[in-house]
């Protein structure tokens, strides 16, 4: 057996009181696609960021191919010929995809024998591997998918033997996706090292040769990804047996809800970004709104918060609603029976620096019912908190902590107590487990499922085809502010919707035979 | 969880980085070729050891508590009023046209209206900007900043042009009339055989400040008022997210801090001079932004602040009336103080929180 590509020992790395690594070890055999895989929190960021040289380890050792080596800052990283793919990429925007690639690396002062060099060994690394991308295009030009493949000619242009790729598949499509895990196949194939740090457990089975599973800043395990299962790798990342499938019956639709006219939203910057969109939500029902993310769910989700202005109709249990103007707030919006788990909980649904307590009632601080004379009942509120931090369990169970100060899950938990619990005839729900671990998930679908059976009507918001297909009761996909497709949810699968997601209405190729061939759009026959 | 234990954050911070600027100015104080120990006897002598001392330095006290709560207000609601000079200028118009047109019976309604009329001078004053960075952008400092000079010299105008009482040689406004006189600390302390606060300028005014701060408290952490502001104030996304108007927590918390700038000239105006003069405001609206700095936008530690500065007010007055240390450095010592409790606050932070870090550390 040759050396390993990377072996960590003992990896120790304490921030404050908080135990982030605790004495890991891991050995990453060269040519092979390695799987980190935890819950947020659980450590694979500071252990990546160790390797990589932004932090520095309390303790350990590092050996790349069985030297001992000191990685004291990035230069130092990718001189070991470790490179890094960021989730959120590290490009500048206005810059050529040439530019991007030697800034940092540049020969000389004279930066034209640089880009000479650079476009020579561009071409030779996108024939090698099948990364092609127009070195003379503008980042800000390029998909997503394309400006991943940027970053991850940059590494290799510096060399890298080892990529460590941060949840790459994020942001891409189900086909960018794809095509990302083709370049990685080839680049294995190649013989480089792959470490791909991922929440998702099916790119994990699917890609991957070996995984980790990291809890709690420790490595709990280390196993063949041929010998393992999903349900055994979430058990080993959360501690407990945890239920992967939503458990819920079908649904049983009734009234008409929330009844959507020819919604248009327009941006800031003057972009049309909701083209002409209608769509209903029925009481008992949850409608799953699937799209890359950028295709205008969330604005149309800020128009039905209140946060946006939009023109069309919107009828809300068939009264109108404004769209503009006066009366087109969140306050209105409540009041008309909304409530809204936005889809950034950091930026709007919480105000961080306030105490968990004081959040609880965020969005409902005109509710007379916590008023007390002029004042706020804070006395009160601070109660009711205690007693739906109790009941969402929320941990840890202390109304005084800053929201700032809780982990992603139990951020959410917060706000989904806070809207659930105002009984809302609609419940606009945002990327509900977006950077929630998989413990947290399952609770908040929970929730939301029991929800829809008191007869509340969900409309579901999630970039994530997963949750969609497991949550949702029908899935309507959103492409560059159309409505592309609308489907039972039990009645699709991913193939499908993922070209809904592209733009491609043509799905009979990939769509589930029976239950008939469901491509027109809109409207499910309305029954009584 | 926090880092350090929130009576570090509040006292020993601040003792820190009070202790840090006493040294430096001590240096100061030496390299001019004086006695620091000295200086600071006197200055300690001067405003604090006589009940007079106290006298005055209640008294700037209470111009700095009205415009450092200004400030603070602002502040939580993400505005930076820096315009608190002007709002105060225009707070004395309010006072003077108050005190001199309106027959007041006695000073206890006369100090109510008077504040009503420095409230509403202020907070019109402060309505401007607020209305200019709410609805159209402009930034807040810049036009809070320009409108202090606007009102210098609408000041100046009205003193000259209207105010002035025919034949009077200086620009200030007739006195005002007895019934509006405002007791002084040594009108209301002083027994017969004992004279407290001779001759300082503290009056009752000092009281509507605590009942300010007080004020100030309840709204900011007991109203939904203050509940939105705060919000607004932390996240604008968020504010949007929960209904909370932009414009209108913008317009309410520059009204408010401009009120309360403004009610600073019923302490000076009224209080004091007992008619409307040029440049009663003397840079207080400006200490105000130390006050809120270093009394971390809390309006008890804009209380302890805003003394702080009145000492340093009142004992550098002292310093400059028995030594041969200009008055200016006292301006370097208030310097030196804004420097390190505000400007320069992680130097102490960091190393402090890592200590208590360490100190959790070793305990668990």
Redesign the interface.
Known sequence: MTAPAIELKGISK?F??VQANKDISISVQPGTIHGIIGENGAGKSTLMSILYGFYKADAGEIFIKGQKTLIPDSQAAIRAGIGMVFQHFKLVENFTVLENIILGAEDGAMLNSSLGNARKELKHLAEEYGLNVDPDEVIENLSVGHQQRVEILKALYRKAEILILDEPTGVLTPAEADQLFRILDRLREEGKTIILITHKLREIMEYTDTVSVMRRGEMTATVKTAETSPEHLAELMVGRKVLLRVDKKPAEPGATVLDIKGLRVVDEAGVERVKGIDLTVRAGEIVGIAGVAGNGQSELLEVL???ADGTGTITMNGAEIPLSGHGA??????AAGIS?V?E?RQ????????AAW?NTV??Y??SPEI?NG???D?KGIYTEAEAKMQRFDVRPPDPK??AK?FSGGNQQKIVLAREIERNPDLLLIGQPTRGVDIGAIEFIHQQVVNLRDQGKAILLVSVELEEILSLADRVVVMFDGHITGERDAAQTNEKELGLLMAGITDTSAVANGNGGNDTTQQEVPADG | MDKMPKWADIVLIPLISLLLAAFFSALVILAIGENPIEALKLMVDGALMRSSGWGYTLYYATNFIFTGLAVSVAFHARLFNIGGEGQAMLGGLGVALCCLYVPWPHWSLAILGASVGAALFGALWALIPAYLQAKRGSHIVITTIMFNFIAAAILNYVLVELLRPVGAMDPASAKFPDATHLPSFQDMFSTESNKMFRGAPANVTFFLALAASVFVWLLMWRTKLGYQIRAFGHSESGALYAGINPVRITVIAMLISGALAGMMSVNTTMGESERLILNSTEGAGFIGIAVALMGRNHPFGVLLAAILFGFLYQGGAELALWTSIPRELIVVIQALVILFTGALDNMVREPLEKLFIAMRRRNA
């Open positions: 304490a404050g009181p918060g209140g946060f707030d969140g306050q209105a919006r409540r809204h936005p950034d930026r709007e649904g919480l105000i961080m620096e306030f004081e965020f969005g601080h005109h008023q002029l004042l706020m804070n902590l800053a100060n």
